[in-house]
């Protein structure tokens, strides 16, 4: 285990960083006012946009639930790594080589840092393999479903050999232990030793947004292949089942782009998609489509908007449609529109490729329909329609579905559709629809029915810049703090000294003055979050709010002379305030004193200052 990395190097990787590359890979970010970006919060479930990243400060804030922090802050907290890891990942972005204070430089020798290192080799190891005389079938299985070499390639497929050690004994060769390798789930333990995990299989690299491989996919090619059909790498640290999504690092770009994303059956039907065009493709890995990837998922669509849509593609049968129907009950929780798109004669993606082409797996995405209408038919199918029972039945097993639909146009709409297929009257069906709602909403009460929005706004005694008074005085020190903490660097470092002299009157915003005006040079990257650091509580996090809000400007040249001229306006109110308080003075003593002159000097120095700053504004 090395020591701690040099403080110099943390903040030298720290500064040669930006933020929003590195939080834009995980979260998708929209320009939101000058030098800002916002998304939607990964760390609290929200569905407008209060998560905020400034990447000249390298801070992130969200309004909604208090996070905020540096870059490192950001890694420790949504990937789970430690900050020694954080540092090690962004140096090893830029290739920047770590000093550490024991005087060793061996960057990797944490255990997530070595299980990405060893499933990249392993990667690269299976792929290798794939072109070796004994990975024949592997090549014909590939080509038979219309993959050539090229394919293979993209997608980083790779041929686990038959032998019980060729990757162990590879990775080994590589330096990695046999416990990063069991830990890794790349190796498994038996009694006599490890032996590798996939044998004699298909490989698909498991990767995530940034592109780092988890885990894997492997498909059984023999016949005396006993294991199951797909096997996967086990939950490790890095590999969790319920959140991973095969093609996420392919899709991510177009997905955000498209705001749609289809969600697919395997890792050939990704491939297929992908070839045809659908490049917003993705797959779950073994396990069904549930609300970990729904979170994932929006976080990469980010959009506030309803424009966004969620295509899922099913075997229409019966598991297919059980996994239609979960995911209907999760969808609901997407802020976009679902459906489904079943192919013809049940073909998935790779086949319908295969048999018909590129266009038709694009018309299969084409002719989708929305989720509820799948979902009614899905409800309707077992009834006889014919028989007053068998509508009622169907009515009864449909009903709940309508229910569940919280849009208020939505409703009505689908009240009618339920009833045109059912051939029923539309005021029975409401009234059905109506009496579902309320036995559904007895059952969903308690404290997980309510929206999580609701539960984030927790009663904190914390001040915050909604929470400041409305008045002038106020309101001038709020957008002038604001703009020295976001412009500081590029404003006159003298002027920004005069407008912090004087204290200011809302004690919250003196606190962060008080911080502000210790920060020194303004120059140095990071120095506004360096200052937020040291503002004394409970007034941090208003900093944290100052140094994120959307600071009023149409474009960076504004808002630098406008950040410029609050300064100014806070050093005239300084100068009115000593000019007063002079005035009151000089009434008190003989106008031919000497303190009386002093006074006199001193007003007309005032004077020529206000002067000068005002012909400024
Ligand atoms: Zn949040």
Redesign the pocket.
């Known amino acids: 285990m090395a020591g701690r990395i040099r403080q110099a190097d943390v903040e030298e990787v720290k500064a040669r960083t930006n933020i929003a590359d590195i939080i834009g890979e995980r979260v998708a970010l929209k320009n939101a006012g000058v030098g800002a970006m916002k998304g939607l919060?990964p760390?609290?479930d929200?569905r407008s946009p209060?998560?905020n990243v400034r990447a000249q400060a390298g801070f992130y804030h969200?309004?909604?639930?208090?996070?905020s922090g540096d870059v490192y802050s950001f890694l420790t907290k949504m990937d789970h790594v430690s900050f020694t890891e954080a540092v090690e990942r962004l140096a090893g972005r830029i290739a920047y080589t770590l000093h550490y204070e024991d005087g060793g430089a061996a960057p990797e020798h944490t255990g997530r840092t070595r299980l990405f290192a060893a499933n990249a080799a392993a990667a690269e190891f299976f792929r290798a393999q794939l072109q070796t005389g004994e990975a024949d079938t592997a090549r014909r299985f590939l080509g038979e479903r219309g993959f050539d070499a090229g394919a293979a390639a993209h997608f980083g497929v790779g041929y686990a050999p038959k032998g019980w050690s060729g990757m162990h004994d590879a990775l080994k060769a590589k330096g990695f232990t046999d416990e990063e390798l069991t830990t890794s789930g790349l190796v498994s333990q038996g009694q006599r030793g490890v032996y590798d995990r996939f044998r004699g299989r298909l490989v698909w690299p498991i990767r995530d947004v940034t592109g780092q491989v988890l885990g894997f996919g492997a498909r059984r090619l023999y016949d005396d292949d006993k294991g199951p059909k797909y096997l996967n790498t086990p939950e490790t640290t890095i590999y969790k089942k319920a959140q991973v999504l095969y093609g996420l690092d392919l899709a991510k770009r177009d997905i955000s782009r498209e705001h749609q994303v289809v969600v697919v059956e395997g890792y050939t039907d990704v491939m297929a998609c992908h070839l045809a065009g659908i490049t917003t493709a993705i797959a779950t890995c073994g396990t069904a489509f549930g609300s970990d990837h729904i979170t994932v998922l929006r976080r990469v669509m980010g959009d506030d908007s309803t424009a966004g849509e969620v295509v899922f593609t099913f075997d229409p049968d019966a598991a297919g449609q059980k996994a239609a129907l979960r995911a209907f009950a999760d969808a609901k929780r997407f802020n976009a529109q679902t459906y489904v798109a079943t192919g013809p004669e049940g073909l998935d993606p790779c086949d319908l490729r295969l048999r018909r082409g590129d266009g038709a797996v694009r018309g299969l995405i084409e002719h989708k329909v929305p989720m509820v209408e799948f979902v009614l038919d899905q409800r309707i199918a077992g009834f006889d329609l014919a028989s007053v029972e068998g509508r009622v039945g169907a009515l009864r097993a449909s009903a709940p579905v309508v229910a569940e639909l919280r849009d208020a146009l939505l409703q009505p709409e689908y009240v009618r559709v339920l009833a045109r297929r059912l051939g029923m009257d539309t005021e029975d069906v409401r009234r059905e629809v109506e009496r579902a709602a309320r036995a559904g909403g007895r059952r969903e009460s308690g404290p997980a029915a309510v929206p999580a929005e609701e539960v984030?706004g927790e009663p904190l005694v914390r001040v915050t810049l909604a929470s400041l008074p409305r008045t002038a005085a106020v309101t001038i020190e709020r957008d002038a703090i604001m703009g020295i903490l976001q412009f500081g660097h590029r404003m006159d470092a003298a002027l920004i000294a005069r407008a912090l002299e004087a204290p200011f009157r809302h004690p919250a915003l003196d606190a962060v003055r008080q911080a502000v005006r210790q920060a020194g040079d303004m120059q140095r990257p990071g120095w506004a979050l360096d200052a937020i650091g040291t503002v004394r509580e409970p007034y941090r996090s208003l900093a944290g709010e100052l140094l994120a809000a959307d600071f009023p400007a149409l474009d960076d040249t504004a808002a630098l002379s406008s950040a410029s001229d609050l300064a100014r306006r806070l050093v005239i109110r300084s100068l009115e305030s000593q000019k007063s308080e002079l005035l009151g003075a000089i009434q008190r003593v003989s106008a031919s004193s000497d303190e009386g002159r002093t006074i006199r000097l001193r007003l007309r120095e005032l004077d020529a200052q206000r002067d000068e700053l005002t012909a400024d504004i």
């Open positions: 919060c760390f609290h929200e209060s998560f969200c309004f909604g639930c208090g996070e984030v």
